[in-house]
């Protein structure tokens, strides 16, 4: 039986990691489930999507160890990240900790601070709301090992998208790991590999975040814009298929400075007959039937109303 499923790798003594086969544009080559603990007792953090197979292969691991799991811990309620936690609950006893307002099943609620135990291991939660609102990172002291779930990838950046994801919250908590946990000496993230500087990965971060800001800051100085259009000079070298992520992120950025004051918006008076431009620039900022259904519930737009569609809007410097 076991022969048939997957092995973790071993990271360290404390971490080991079973990639979830369920590679794609959002989650490159699969979300990462980590086994916390050197036994008898075990946390899995992240279990993934529902895959059978996975969850398996995550339980055989804790007991193919002479060991039990005690919690099941999950960074945030997108589905290549909790649904799977309810299979391996089933199948192991394990409650599911997860943050208190997070809108999936589970048993047990954590606060910023709360702290995971088992033997001689301790995570604490860390509550980074911005690419969901349920978002918690965790710190495994013993090996000063920062689990950050979607926040910081191991490749790339992450996405940030209304209407569940929040650029001003990312941001706040991209600055909360630099200021409180950027002595970490790795950062496991949610896809992707390791990371094995994390202070720099994180300032890297900030500033990629900073210099989109000033890209939009800069395109809407040229002229007043919709968020197509935005998308369109500022995402030149980003392949076509992910310019509606794209314009998700832009919307975010453009929620934020709305708020701060530093932007303008106003709505397009509908016409009879939309114009096919219209209806391009429709198609970017509405493309829920055209994404795959991960992609389409990692941007937040899965489940909206189809007679709520994002309007279309003009933006511009605030004077
Ligand atoms: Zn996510």
Redesign the pocket.
């Known amino acids: 039986m076991s022969e048939n499923l997957a092995q973790p790798e071993r990271l360290t003594p404390l971490v080991q990691r079973l990639r979830a086969p369920n590679p794609g544009p959002m989650t490159l080559t699969g979300t990462n489930s980590y086994i916390v603990g050197s036994g008898p007792d075990f946390i899995v953090l992240d279990p993934g999507p529902d895959i059978p197979g996975h969850i398996e292969a995550l339980a055989r691991a804790v007991s193919d160890a002479g060991g039990y799991l005690k919690t099941i811990v999950v960074t ?1 309620g ?1 589905p ?2 909790y649904p799977g936690a309810q299979g391996l609950s089933r199948l192991t006893g394990a409650p599911v900790a997860a943050y208190r307002d997070a809108a999936f099943p589970h048993t047990q609620n954590l606060e910023d601070g709360a702290t995971i135990p088992a033997n001689r291991v301790t995570l604490t939660a860390i509550f980074t709301p911005g ?2 609102a349920d978002h918690l990172c965790f710190f495994l002291a013993e090996e000063k090992a920062l689990f950050t ?2 926040n910081i990838l191991g490749t790339g950046t992450t996405v940030v998208a209304p209407p569940k994801g929040n650029m001003a919250d990312y941001l706040a908590s991209l600055r909360l790991l630099q200021a409180a946990w950027s002595h970490a000496e790795t950062i496991y993230g ?1 896809h992707g590999p390791e990371i094995k500087t994390p202070a720099a990965k994180i300032e890297e971060y900030l500033n990629h975040r900073q210099a989109r800001q000033q890209q939009l800051m800069e395109a809407l100085a040229a002229g007043e814009s919709t968020v197509p259009q935005l998308v369109e000079r500022i995402y030149q070298d980003v392949e076509r298929r992910l310019w509606p992520v794209a314009a998700r992120q832009v919307l975010a950025y453009l929620i934020m400075l709305e708020q701060t004051g530093q932007v303008r918006a106003v709505e397009f008076v509908p016409t009879d007959v939309p114009s096919p431009a219209d209806q391009a620039s429709d198609a970017l900022l509405n493309p829920a039937g055209t994404l795959d259904p991960v992609a389409a519930a ?1 941007l937040g737009i899965s489940n909206r109303p189809a007679d709520q569609p994002e309007k279309l809007k003009r933006y511009s410097l605030a004077g």
């Open positions: 945030h997108h290549d990240h690419h969901a779930g979607d949610g990692e």
